[in-house]
């Protein structure tokens, strides 16, 4: 994942259709996008620009399918939308890996728009509702139309305007942590709350793996290190899919507190440096209710059928 800069295709200008080709492939070249990062370009491969930026984005695919697996009742019994999340980070993966393969200004675009798609999902699914703009008037849906059209809006913009994006995603990713200070502050599980804390530093250490490489890559080639970016890679899908995981549990306390969320870790919950996944231990509110009415009644069919019993004898 990069950072945003240069000029975009929309400076093309009125020039003829065939210009216009012309500038789309000049952005598909490798090296067209403005943003190089500290490690040495076609060092280890000469088919790949940053290797090790490039793999180093590898968690990104791996285990968005292992979250699947763990949020199989969560997407049943809450909402299928928490899957869409766990395909965006595979797309911001992929993405992230072809823009450091290359170096491509149309590289350096997908990976910043897959990212910001990935906030305005997750926002539209989980920002809680006591912090909605008081025109939304706590609705939802209306809430996820307002993310979906700022999403296209943002996304037709960064294609004019490249720069733009580094400024979106800085604006939401910094209320984000300062959202999940809040949320904390509510939350009585001490597990949740140690996994906040756990999240909050995670995502300190890749913010500074990030500034370190972009602006002080000299004194870390000078130590022949110049691969912060790479673990800011790593550290940065840690702090994200754990807040995803946070964010999930308080959506479900908040507003379907009767489906009484669970922090659990995998392989070994005991073990909590493991995978955190949200576990629904009420999962279907009114299949709970049909079985209380069915035990009531039977309780009350034994009742009558002993009393029955009683006058008989």
Request: charged share 15%; net charge neutral; with cysteine.
């Amino acid at each position: 994942m990069g950072g945003a800069g240069g000029g975009g295709l929309g400076s093309v200008g009125g020039g003829s259709l065939l210009d216009i080709y012309a500038m789309a492939w000049e952005h598909l070249r490798p090296g067209s996008s403005p943003v190089d990062w500290c490690e040495g370009n076609y060092l280890i491969s000469s088919n790949i620009a940053e290797f090790v930026n490039t793999f180093s984005n590898f968690l990104f695919i791996l285990l968005p399918p292992v979250l699947m697996m763990l949020f199989k009742e969560y997407g049943r019994f809450v909402t299928p939308g928490i899957h869409v999340i766990w395909l965006l980070l595979i797309v911001v993966g992929l993405s992230s890996m072809y823009f450091h393969a290359t170096l491509s200004l149309i590289g350096q675009l997908l990976d910043e728009l897959a990212i910001l798609w990935v906030f305005m999902a997750a926002f539209s699914l989980f920002y809680p509702k006591r912090y909605y703009p008081k025109f939304v008037k706590n609705d939802r849906k209306t809430f996820s139309w307002l993310m979906l059209l700022s999403a296209i809006a943002a996304t037709a913009l960064s294609w004019w305007k490249p720069v733009v994006n580094a400024f979106v995603l800085m604006f939401m990713g910094v209320p984000t942590m300062l959202m999940l200070y809040r949320e904390l502050q509510r939350v009585s599980d001490q597990r949740v709350y140690r996994l906040g804390i756990r999240c909050t530093t995670v995502w300190a250490v890749a913010v500074f793996c990030w500034i370190n490489d972009r602006m002080f890559c000299e004194a870390w080639s000078s130590i022949n290190f110049p691969y912060l970016h790479g673990f800011w890679h790593i550290f940065i899908f840690i702090a994200a899919y754990t807040v995803l995981v946070l964010f999930a549990y308080f959506y479900v306390e908040s507003e379907l507190p009767q489906r009484q969320p669970l922090l659990k870790y995998w392989p070994k919950n005991e073990f909590e440096f493991g995978i955190p996944f949200i576990s629904i231990r009420n999962p279907d509110t009114k299949d709970w209710l049909d079985y209380c009415r069915l035990y009531c009644v039977r309780q009350e069919q034994d009742y009558k059928h002993g009393l029955n019993k009683i006058s008989g004898d």
